[in-house]
Structures are given as structure tokens and as C-alpha cells.
């Protein structure tokens, strides 16, 4: 019985400390260029970009069944647009394709192209994101910071959509008989503003919607409403051109690093892209890490320019923290994340990984010395008691 019981804590420990595996919270913080997530949260709706003023260009891309309605004074260079659009006091765009773009920037000259004064200019209007705010289990795709461009861009579409819906060029996009809402967009529109249209329809102006033909059409306008909300259905792509950073920020200036709100409930949290090589069929994954380190128990693991982070169990990372985005050298964007999982590991090839954190079941609640202490302990008292509980019966009974 001793024997028995000796060797079923034996093989408890063993167990506890080499097979079974515990599921443990780990944290991370990570510069990356692109990462992809759905949001997770209990809200029907969650903040995910905060006010951004200065905005120098925003463009959206996408199919928007509902049109898109301006309401307000419009002009044009072209003198044959300008005598029809002119009279127009409110403008209904339909974006019908998903190479459909409408786009917005500041601009100065508000006197129509029909006058033959010199044109006069106005102060430079401002265009300003109140709020983005995503849906419940919408996601947030290709999240990406564009240096040379100093531009936000990311794709919206909803979760139970594939990723690669937004990798899809415009002519291979599928189109949705049933599009969801994804997201809310709230702007703030100074006067004047260029809009540029592309495979757009304007039943006002004798315009039909057109697949083949993308020919931009381009005019002024002066919005009578300050605010436009604008309700974005999957997929959709926001390409943001953000203001100068400047080097010391006012302190009623928004501040870079709150242009993205954080603490966000997530799921399905990646950090790759997909690189095509001119066949969909060989298309390669790609690590868009460049630097960071993850922290799991007592353990802590670098993470090198292109590994993988790989989350080997559900729920995997749960929560962001924050995302910012570094401007300067290396530039990307900097994310701090929460999650639980059995195990992490990392490498540049993820099915084999070089480098691995797997805590033992024992270790959730030992330290690794009251672990070896026990061990240890368990070792010496197997080395007493099995020779007096398996006497050798080669030898002669006294």
C-alpha cells in the first residue's frame, strides 16, 4: 500500500511538472506595421478612434447601398459642371461598387469656375474626425501606419467575413446581397472641401454608376451642415492623411498618441499580411513585427524584427491596451496586449518556432525553487523506501 500511494505522488508531480499544461495570463508589448483584430467587447457600439483635427485628406472606399447625401453650395473648375451643379442646393452620390471612392480634403478657392474675376480665397477649411466608432463583432483589418504618406489606413468588414475579403482587388471583390453595418463615422466639415468621386452615380446630374468607366469627377463644396455621419457597411477602406505631428503639442491640441483609443476587447489578434506573389495560390505570410517582448509567468521572450508570435490556445490575446503610432524611427504601431493562453513561442517560420514559453500545471501556483525542492525531496524518500518495500529475493533469508 505505502508502495502503491509512493508511486501515485510520484506520478502526480511528474505529471503536474512535464505533461499537464495550465492556462496562464501573459502580456506584451510589440511595434508592428500592420495587425488585425475583431472587436470582442459586450457594447453594441466602442470608440476605436478618438478626434483628430487637421485632417488632410480622407478617403473611403468601398459599396454603401444607401446613398451618400450632401447637403449644401457646390461648384466646379469645369464650366459645363459647374452650370448643373451649381444650381444644386443638395447632391445624392450613390457608391454602388467596391471600387467606389469618395473622398474629401480642404481646399481655398470657393468662387464658381463662371466668374471671370480672379477667384477669391477663403482661409484654409479644417476636416476633422470626431469619432469612429466599431460595431459589435466587426473587424478591423490591415491596420496599418503609412510613413511616407503620414496615413491611417485599415479595412472594416464584419466577423464572420474572411480576411482575405480585404485583400481582394476592386474587380475580384465579391459583393455582398446582404452588406451589415460595421462601423459609424462622425466628421466635422470646415468650408470649402474638394470632393473627388470615382465609380460614383449621380441620377441628377444624368451620371450613371459604371463598373468599367472610373473617371473621377471633382467640385467644390460648402456644407450648410457642420457635421456628417456617415455609417459604413463590410467591407469598407478608410485611408486617413493625418495632420503634422508637431514637436511640442499644445495643450488643447489632440495628442498623437490618443488618436487611436486602447483598451479594447478583442479576439482573432494577428500580427501578419499577406504578400502575393501574382498567383492568389502562392501567397506568403508575413511577420509585420519589429521588436517588442512578451512576458508569460516568470518568463520573458524578445520578439526579433519578422517572427511570428504564435498564441498556441483560445482565448489567446483579449485585450489592447493601447495602439499608438510612432512617428519616428523605426515607425509602426506600438501595441501593448493582454491575453491567456498555455503557451507562447516565437520564430521566423511558425510552424517551427525557436523559442517557447510552456509553464507547467504544478508551476501556476510553485515557484520553479519549491518545484525543484519537491522534487528533490520526492527523489531521496523513493531512494529510501523502495529497497526496503522490494527486498532483494536472491538473497538467503537469515
Not at 463644396?221 to 456617415?230: A, H, Q, R
Not at 519616428?328 to 501595441?335: D, E, I
Amino acid at each position: 500500500m505505502v508502495a502503491i500511494a509512493l508511486l501515485g505522488f510520484w506520478l502526480f508531480i511528474l505529471l503536474g511538472n512535464y505533461v499537464l499544461k495550465g492556462k496562464f495570463f501573459f502580456e506584451g508589448n510589440a511595434l508592428v506595421q500592420e495587425i488585425n483584430f475583431t472587436y470582442a467587447g459586450e457594447k453594441d457600439q466602442q470608440q476605436f478612434l478618438n478626434t483628430i483635427s487637421g485632417i488632410k485628406k480622407i478617403d473611403l472606399e468601398g459599396s454603401q447601398p444607401e446613398p451618400l447625401v450632401l447637403t449644401g453650395k457646390f461648384s466646379s473648375a469645369d464650366p459645363t459642371l459647374n452650370q448643373q451643379i451649381s444650381k444644386l442646393d443638395r447632391l445624392s452620390i450613390q457608391l454602388p461598387y467596391a471600387q467606389s471612392r469618395f473622398i474629401l480634403t480642404p481646399a481655398t478657392s470657393v468662387t464658381p469656375a463662371t466668374s471671370v474675376t480672379p477667384a477669391k480665397l477663403a482661409p484654409a477649411s479644417e476636416l476633422k474626425i470626431l469619432d469612429l466608432r466599431l460595431l459589435q463583432n466587426s473587424q478591423v483589418n490591415q491596420l496599418a501606419y503609412q510613413t511616407q504618406r503620414h496615413q491611417l489606413s485599415f479595412c472594416l468588414q464584419t466577423a464572420t467575413a474572411l480576411q482575405s475579403n480585404c485583400r481582394f482587388s476592386a474587380d475580384e471583390q465579391p459583393t455582398q446581397t446582404n452588406p451589415t453595418s460595421v462601423s459609424t463615422l462622425q466628421l466635422l466639415l470646415g468650408q470649402p472641401l474638394t470632393v473627388d468621386l470615382e465609380s460614383i452615380g449621380l441620377e441628377q446630374l444624368g451620371i450613371k454608376a459604371s463598373r468599367d468607366d472610373s473617371q473621377p469627377l471633382s467640385f467644390q463644396f460648402i456644407p450648410n451642415k457642420t457635421e456628417l455621419l456617415l455609417t459604413l457597411l463590410s467591407p469598407t477602406h478608410l485611408y486617413i492623411d493625418l495632420p503634422s505631428i508637431p514637436s511640442k503639442p499644445n495643450a488643447s491640441s489632440d495628442r498623437p498618441t490618443d488618436w487611436l483609443r486602447g483598451d479594447l476587447d478583442v479576439e482573432k489578434v494577428n500580427f501578419i499580411r499577406f504578400e502575393n506573389t501574382g498567383n492568389t495560390n502562392d501567397e506568403i505570410t508575413a511577420s509585420t513585427i519589429l521588436n517588442g517582448e512578451v512576458r508569460m509567468g516568470r518568463e520573458t521572450m524578445k520578439l526579433q524584427p519578422n517572427q511570428f508570435l504564435v498564441v498556441a490556445s483560445k482565448p489567446g490575446i483579449t485585450k489592447l491596451r493601447y495602439i499608438q503610432i510612432q512617428s519616428k524611427s523605426p515607425q509602426g504601431l506600438k501595441t501593448l496586449f493582454f491575453g491567456e493562453s498555455d503557451s507562447l513561442a516565437v520564430g521566423l517560420y511558425p510552424k517551427f518556432p525557436v523559442q517557447r514559453i510552456e509553464p507547467s500545471w504544478l508551476s501556476k501556483n510553485l515557484s520553479q525553487e519549491a518545484i525543484n525542492a519537491i522534487l528533490s525531496f520526492v527523489a531521496a524518500l523513493t531512494g529510501f523506501f523502495l529497497p526496503r518495500l522490494f527486498p532483494d529475493s536472491s538473497k538467503p533469508n537469515s
